[in-house]
C-alpha cells in the first residue's frame, strides 16, 4: 500500500506550523541545506522553513488534483535533493558554494536612515547569512537571470515566500510548446503580493539609416529573417526548460519574445516578477528580473548576427534612458574611476548589454530613504518607473515605422511594396495589441493598488505624500503610454484602410483597363465574325477563282455588306 502524502500548505494557525517547523526540522540532504535555528518567542509570520521542507510542501501539493499546475516548480525546485541521492553512492556532495564569476542575487536592506545597503551573494549559504544579518530590517533582493532551485529554496524557505510567485516566473512558453493550464493570472484581484511586469529592449541590426530604397523590403527576405529568428528562439526557449534543472549556469538570461519589426530595428521581451510581502515589523519585496549575464555569450541565440543576416558589429543594443533633472551636471560619477572603461567594455565585440541587466545597481539613490522604509510600493517605484521607460521607447519605435512605412510614394501606385507594407502593419499591431494589454494591467493596478495589495503604507504626513506622489506620477504615466497605444492602434487601423483602399482603386482601375480592351475586341468581332460566316458559306467557288463557278464575287460581296449593316445595327 503507498504511504500517504505528505502534509500540505493549509490554513492551520501560524503557532501550529511554528511547532512543526522547529520541533520536526528535516536533516541536511544537499550541500546547499542548512540547519535555521528559529527562536520561540520569533512572531508568527517570521517563521522559518528549510530548503527541504519548503521543496517538500510544494511537492505534496502538487500531487493533488487543484495542484497540478504546480508539477513543474515542484519537480524543478526537489531536483537538488533527487540528484543528490542518485550521487550518494558514488562520490561524496560538495560542500560551499560552487565558484561563480559574476553574482546574481543582490540584496539590498533598508533601515530609512541612509541609503540602501547592498550585498552581493552567489550561493544559498551566503544568503542564508545575509538574511540573518539582516533579520529586523527591510530587504529587496534582486535575481537576475537563470537562478538554480537551491537559491529558490533557500529564499522561499527563509520568508515563506509563495511558491506561485517562483510558478508564474518559471513558466515559459514556446510557440509549438506545452501552454499550460489556463490560470486566472491576469485577473485584478490575483495582483495581491505578485506583480508580473514587460521588459522590452530594443536592438538594432544596421549601421545604416532605415530606408524604402536603400535596403530590400520584400516580404520574402523580412519574412525569412522572421521565421529564422522565430525557429532559433524556440530553440533557447527548449534549451532553457530542459537544462536549467542542472546544466544551466547561473543567471542565464531567458528572452520570451523577439520581434523583427523591419530592416533594421528589433525588440526583445522579458519579464519582471514582483513578490511583497510583510516581515514581523518590516517588509521583504524580491525582484526577479529576466536579464542576466551578457546575452553576447549565447551564440545560437536569434538576436545573433548570423540569424539577422547582417554583421556581427552592426548588432547593437540600445540604451533605456530614464531621465533625471540635472543628471548630467551630478558630480557624483565624475568621481568613478572605471566609468570610462566600463563604457568601453559594454560597447567591446561580442558584448550585448541590456540596460535592465544594470537595474540593480545603486537601487533607491534617488528615492527618499526613509519613504522607502515604511511604504514597499514606494521602494519599488524606480521599477515601475524603468519599465514605463522601456514601453515609451518602444512606442517611439513603433511611431517611426508607421512614420515611414507610409509614405506618398508607396501611396501613388500599387505595387509589391504596398502588399508588404500592409503585411509589416498587420505584424507589427499585434505586437502592440501585446503592449498594449500589460500597460493597461499596469495602469489598472496602480489606479485601484491600495485596494488590491495588503502592503504596509506610511503614517507619517510626509512619507505619506511622498509615496501618494510617486504612485500618482507612475499612474500618470503609464496612463499616457494606454493612450498613446490607443493613438497608435488608430493610426494602425487608418494606415491599413488606406493601403486597402489603395489597392482596390488600383485594382479596380487595372479592371477598367482590361474591360476597355475587351470593348475593343467586341467591336472588331462584330465586324469580323460576319465576314467569316459568309466567307465560309460561299467558301472559294466564285466565278472569279474557280472555272465553271456559278457565282460572282459581287454575290459575296452584297450578301457581305447587308451582314456587315445588320451586325452595326445591332451593335447601336
Known sequence: MASPPRPILDKTSHSS??????????????PYITKIQTNANTQADLTVVSEREYADRVKSYARLWTGQHYHDLANYL????????????????????????????????VDGHRPPQARQISSPLEFSQAAIDAEDLSALIFLRGHQPPEMLNAIGGRYRVDPEFFRQHLEVNSRTGWLGNFLPTSLPSTWKNIVRLPSVSLASR????????????????????????ARLLDGHIEKYLQSRESHLSP????????????????????????????????WIGIVW????????????????????????????????????PGAALNSRHLFRANTLNEVTDEKGPGRLIQT?????????????YETMAASPFYALTDVFAFVAASEGQFLDLIQLFLDTEIDIDLLSRYSL?????????AYNKQILDRHHRRLRDISSFLKNYSQIVNWACPTAPATQKISSD????????????????????????????????????????????????????????????????TASIFGMNMRQFTDGAPLSIWVWVVTSAVTLLFSYLVLK
Open 470 to 533: 510617486a504612485a500618482a506620477r507612475l499612474h500618470m504615466d503609464y496612463t499616457h503610454l494606454v493612450e498613446r497605444c490607443h493613438t497608435l492602434n488608430d493610426a494602425f487601423d487608418g494606415a491599413m484602410d488606406v493601403l486597402q483602399n489603395n489597392s482596390i482603386i488600383s485594382e479596380s482601375q487595372k479592371a477598367i483597363q482590361q474591360a476597355e480592351g475587351v470593348a475593343q475586341l467586341t467591336r472588331l468581332a462584330f465586324f469580323f465574325i460576319p465576314l467569316s460566316l
Open 78 to 109: 526537489f531536483a537538488p535533493y533527487q540528484r543528490f541521492f542518485s550521487d550518494a553512492t558514488s562520490k561524496e556532495p560538495k560542500v560551499g558554494a560552487s565558484p561563480i564569476g559574476e553574482r546574481f542575487v543582490t540584496m539590498y536592506t
Open 356 to 368: 535592465s541587466a544594470r537595474l540593480h545597481e545603486n537601487y533607491g539613490e534617488h528615492l527618499d
Open 251 to 282: 543567471g542565464s538570461s531567458i528572452v520570451r519574445n523577439l520581434s523583427i519589426h523591419n530592416n533594421q530595428y528589433f525588440s526583445l521581451e522579458q519579464h519582471i516578477s514582483i513578490y511583497m510581502a510583510a516581515h514581523g515589523k518590516s
Open 289 to 324: 528580473l529576466d536579464t542576466g549575464s551578457d546575452l553576447g555569450q549565447d551564440k545560437s541565440g536569434p538576436w545573433q548576427a548570423q540569424a539577422l543576416q547582417c554583421e556581427s558589429w552592426e548588432v547593437q543594443f540600445l540604451p533605456t534612458i530614464q531621465h533625471q
Open 206 to 229: 544596421s549601421s545604416s539609416g532605415y530606408s524604402r530604397s536603400s535596403q530590400p523590403h520584400h516580404e520574402e527576405k523580412l519574412s525569412k529573417i522572421r521565421n529564422e529568428t
Open 417 to 425: 511594396q504596398t502588399r508588404a507594407a500592409l503585411w509589416n502593419l
Open 17 to 30: 506550523r511554528d511547532r512543526t517547523n522547529t520541533k520536526r526540522e528535516r536533516p541536511c540532504a544537499s
